[in-house]
């Protein structure tokens, strides 16, 4: 039976949010790690039982929490608690009877700097500042090995583990661009927050850096490419330059891996070449700031994003929570508004807190920092909250199960 | 044995209530108190101290007999009270918001 469950990361916890296939009554889980930020949740496409959690702390810094039931238990991989704790002698390895010593690694995201020194970035003020590992902003499982999974890490670097998260490993060659000097952390640091994976080339990768830009690389991330051009930015002294742009989230339509959208700190943009160029869309919508952007699960030109006023004033024009869709993939958009506030509504919508299901007609689910998880059965033509009170919600992912 | 005291959120990572009771050979200091803990627990490398450099994270203090033993050597010897038992090493996570 096809059953929908939406992982929602919140600065104080983690929730799973289930229905069937109507996706009108839902049922709420959670919290899970109760009290710390939940940066990201993600399924694996070929396990959906296997979830990933960024779970993080300004005090504990960083766990990795993995489950391999759907999300109803959850463990620090490598070092599940069952086995060490309670029970050591369970901790024998069934094939070679050897006993296997946990290492405590899982939560290990350390620069591989014996490839690539440690270097260092712009400061907000345009001083030089060294690379400082802080927290994991977004998991981005393999399609099509369970136990691979890249991670998108502030101070911006990518890691990936192949052994279901008991090991992190970076490919360092991106944090060791030539351009690193000139990437600067955006207001809430410099995270590594997109990881966009062609369904046709696993060495093919996109990636988004707040506020360097985005990267592409052909050879699973040996080398790196900026992709950029058609970016503008003020903040930046060449508004035209080849990094530095504050890129909030692409978008790709699995279909065509060589379109995608892009919501940057101005403007939304489109490339048809895989990022060798982009051009504007933003078209007749009411501010093109905003934070997350997403493509329809069966429509590959029909887009979503959610206008955000300012880059000052990080809550909906006019007080009015819309989403808006182009389904001409840019220039000409219309506000979804049914069942949103319409006034007096100040929440944000985070980059990494939107997402769609594959069900038909598609589902679109996004979660605000006011703690509300809205979800559209319909497109988006209709929407209803399916929770109102959590805490401000940082990330929200859907898993369609069949 | 020693004992230490975790903060609730490191309790609950671990899986355990109460406190920790840890063998520890002489001379017990910040360091070796926190190696064993983390031999004992391996889901806390990482919590406490940082994994390569084994520096204390910014927001984690140590109080040691009603005396803040944060800024004290790593490898300095704590008081003959927490090697003995008597009293426990807190591991406390700092005041700040949240």
Partial sequence: MTAI???????????????????????????????????????????????????????????????????????????????????????????????????????????????????????????QHPWEFARVWHLEPSLHDPDVCYAGVEDAALFRTTDGGKSWHELPNL???????????????????????????????????????????????????????????????DPNAEVGHCVHRIAMHSSNPNTLFMQKHWDVMR?????????????????????????????????????????SEHYPPEGKLRVYRSRTGGHEWEP??????????????????????????????????????YASANGGDTWEPIVRDLPAVLSVEVQTIR | MIRVVLPQHLRRLAGIDGEVHLAVDAPVTQSSILDALEARYPMLRGTVRDHVTKKRR?????????????????????????ASGAEPFLIIGAVAGG
């Fill in chain 1, 5 to 127: 469950r939406v992982l929602v990361g919140t600065k104080k916890g983690a929730f799973i949010l289930t229905a069937d296939g109507k996706r009108k009554d839902w049922s709420v889980s959670g919290p899970f790690f109760a009290g710390w930020e939940i940066y990201h949740m993600k399924g694996s496409p070929v396990d959906p039982d296997r979830i990933y959690a960024s779970q993080t702390s300004s005090w504990f810094g960083q766990i990795i929490q993995r489950s391999n039931d759907g999300g109803k238990t959850w463990e620090q991989p490598g070092t599940p608690r069952e086995d060490w704790v309670e029970n050591q002698t369970s901790g024998v390895d069934p094939e070679t009877g050897e006993f296997i010593m946990p290492k405590g690694e899982s939560n290990k995201f350390a620069y591989d700097t014996a490839r690539r020194p440690l270097t260092t970035h712009q400061w907000y003020d345009g001083t």
């Fill in chain 1, 175 to 237: 944090r060791g661009h030539e351009s690193g000097p000139q990437w600067q952390p955006g207001a809430g640091g410099m995270g590594l927050h997109t990881i966009l994976i062609d369904p046709k080339d696993p060495n093919r990768i996109f990636v988004a850096i707040s506020a360097a830009g985005s990267f592409r690389t052909e050879d699973g991330g040996e080398t790196w490419k900026p992709i950029n051009r058609g970016l503008v930015s003020q903040f930046i002294p």
């Fill in chain 1, 271 to 311: 490339s048809d070449d895989g990022g060798e160029s982009w051009y504007e869309i933003s078209g007749d919508l009411p501010s093109d700031f905003g934070f997350p952007i997403d493509v329809h699960a069966h429509e590959p030109e029909t887009v979503y994003v959610i206008p955000i006023k300012s880059d």
């Fill in chain 1, 336 to 373: 979804l508004t049914k069942g949103l506030p319409q006034q007096n509504c100040y929440v944000n919508v985070l980059r990494d807190a939107m997402a769609v299901d594959s069900l038909d007609p598609c589902g679109i689910y996004f979660g605000t920092t006011g703690g509300q998880v």
């Fill in chain 2, 58 to 82: 910014p927001l984690v203090r140590f109080f040691a007999c009603q005396e803040d033993v944060t800024h004290e050597p790593p490898d300095a010897p704590l008081p003959a009270a927490i």
